[in-house]
């Protein structure tokens, strides 16, 4: 029993350790989601402003643009999936991944070839891990994303779109990331960003009461769209970074807190087992002390 009294105070004590760390990590994930739900406060207005703005020119123009005109029979779609860089976050990471594959069991049905890019080690871990091929990928920036960060992501995609599909182009762009709707709840959503869908945004705008502004363009409308749409692109990218960023942070905190109540529940229900334990000991020693001395009794007895 002694032994085994030791094993539970040892399991105790790891398990205190642990619950130390789990508790850190929760407060530290607390205090960065309040940060990074300033930044998407921050980040949203801009991102829908710029969306009507290129709406208008869009709709306000018979300019024909490659970033807003839809091809006659798409074959290729770029997916950019958000993951994050570490674990220990629940399902934030697995659900995302979850959402990439079921729009690409979709665009697959419809005939058309996914082009993979990826932000997050663990969706490229995923990628790779499947053998699958992975046409660029972005890491160790995705709890804290900067718009540097954005631009470097943009630009290949802005240029896999401008170009033909025959040169390795495609026709479409998709991004997968995770929704921050509030504290407990962070939804995977899958958005089209190109070719931008003016009849979505025209509906949006008309949702909302308000009416899309008339414009004269200058020098044209097409120098005004390819002066905007990367930067609307851009502006996409990094909201969904930071939307992302916030929910790996709201995830990670309820994983740390629920790995906390459970080590507090364990070491309850050790320290139950220890102190049974250790009134088992007491009870055997004391049979034993008694059993003893009921012996001595009897060998003086006899003795006499």
């Known amino acids: 029993m002694g032994a085994q009294?030791?094993?539970?105070?040892?399991?105790?004590?790891?398990?205190?350790?642990?619950?130390?760390?789990?508790?850190?990590?929760?407060?530290?994930?607390?205090?960065?989601?309040?940060?990074?739900?300033?930044?998407?406060?921050?980040?949203?207005?801009?991102?829908?402003?710029?969306?009507?703005?290129?709406?208008?020119?869009?709709t306000g123009s018979t300019t024909k643009h490659p970033l807003t005109t839809e091809a006659e029979a798409p074959t290729r779609a770029a997916v950019l999936l958000i993951t994050s860089d570490r674990g220990l976050a629940g399902g934030y990471s697995s659900n995302a991944i979850k959402a990439a594959e079921q729009l690409t069991e979709r665009l697959v049905a419809e005939g058309k070839e996914v082009v993979n890019y990826v932000v997050g080690r663990k969706g490229v871990a995923y990628f790779s891990f499947r053998g699958r091929a992975i046409t660029e990928s972005w890491t160790g920036?995705?709890?804290?994303?900067?718009?540097?960060?954005?631009?470097?992501?943009?630009?290949?995609?802005?240029?896999?779109?401008?170009?033909?599909?025959?040169?390795?182009?495609?026709?479409?762009?998709?991004?997968?990331?995770?929704?921050?709707?509030?504290?407990?709840t962070q939804a995977p959503t899958d958005r089209r960003l190109l070719p931008l869908s003016l009849d979505e945004s025209t509906a949006e705008t008309e949702k909302k009461g308000e009416l899309l502004p008339l414009f004269d363009f200058e020098p044209s409308a097409e120098d005004v769209l390819d002066a905007l749409l990367p930067r609307y692109v851009e502006s996409r990218i990094y909201n969904a970074l930071l939307q992302s960023a916030a929910s790996e942070h709201a995830a990670r905190r309820r994983a740390m807190k629920s790995a906390t109540d459970n080590a507090e529940e364990l070491i309850k229900s050790l320290t139950r087992l220890a102190n049974a334990a250790r009134q088992a000991d007491i009870t055997q020693e004391i049979s034993e002390i008694v059993g003893g001395a009921s012996a001595l009794a009897d060998a003086t007895a006899g003795s006499d």
Do not use: C, W
């Open 5 to 58: 009294l030791r094993v539970y105070k040892r399991r105790i004590k790891t398990i205190t350790a642990t619950k130390k760390i789990t508790k850190a990590m929760e407060m530290i994930a607390a205090s960065r989601i309040v940060k990074a739900q300033r930044k998407v406060a921050a980040s949203t207005p801009y991102a829908t402003e710029l969306t009507r703005a290129v709406t208008a020119v869009a």
């Open 141 to 184: 920036f995705t709890d804290n994303p900067s718009y540097a960060d954005a631009k470097a992501i943009g630009a290949p995609l802005i240029e896999a779109v401008t170009k033909e599909t025959a040169e390795g182009g495609v026709d479409e762009l998709h991004i997968v990331f995770t929704e921050f709707v509030s504290m407990l």
